[in-house]
């Protein structure tokens, strides 16, 4: 178990439920895969460490640009591209759905369903109480028109996801949840 303390509070949490951030170029880069070869820094995965972040970190030894309203759009845009490419990677490896039918939701084999942030409230009622009864890990809405690019469509309003067993995927919707229902 990997710990790290957040630059912001200094709670000690274990790496994978933390926030990586870089610094290129003095602009402060949201690290979502953990894998940018820079020195990295931690944050909570809560909305007050993030919009608590400044310039005036001890920690940080260099300054860098630093805007605290874009910050969480910035934050929210990354998150969202990598979801998209974690999805596009899911689809050619025949792990994704298109659109979610009863029969599927019903036979186990979805993890996930990703919407689109614009489905039909009925639609997203009847997939909603679908997950309680069986069991669906989790959702989260996207752009339709991002969905289809990740399926080669013009748009898409559902995916199904099947079980999935990458944990980094895992950790990112994870952390997506959190800190988006927070909004």
């Known amino acids: 178990m990997l710990e790290r303390s957040c630059l912001v509070c200094s709670n000690k949490l274990e790496k994978k439920d933390l926030i990586r951030l870089v610094i290129i170029e003095n602009n402060l880069i949201f690290d979502i895969s953990q894998k940018i070869p820079q020195r990295g820094y931690y944050v909570c995965c809560d909305l007050k ?17 630093f805007d605290k309203l874009d910050n969480l759009q910035r934050l929210k845009n990354n998150y ?8 596009k990677i899911f689809f050619i490896n025949k792990n994704v759905v298109i659109g979610v039918k009863d029969s599927l939701i019903s036979s186990k084999e ?25 069991k ?26 099947k079980k999935v067993k990458d944990l980094n995927f895992r950790r990112v919707i994870s952390q997506y949840k959190v800190l988006f229902s927070q909004e």
């Open 49 to 65: 460490c993030i919009n608590k972040l400044t310039t005036r970190r001890k920690k940080i030894k260099i300054n860098f640009n």
């Open 80 to 87: 969202t591209a990598y979801i998209l490419k974690m999805l």
């Open 110 to 134: 979805l993890g996930y369903i990703v919407t689109s942030s614009d489905i039909s409230e009925s639609s997203l009622k009847k997939i909603k109480s679908s997950m309680d009864d069986y």
């Open 136 to 161: 669906i890990i989790d959702y989260i809405d996207i752009n339709k028109v991002n969905l289809g690019k990740t399926t080669n469509k013009a748009y898409v309003v559902a995916l199904g996801l």
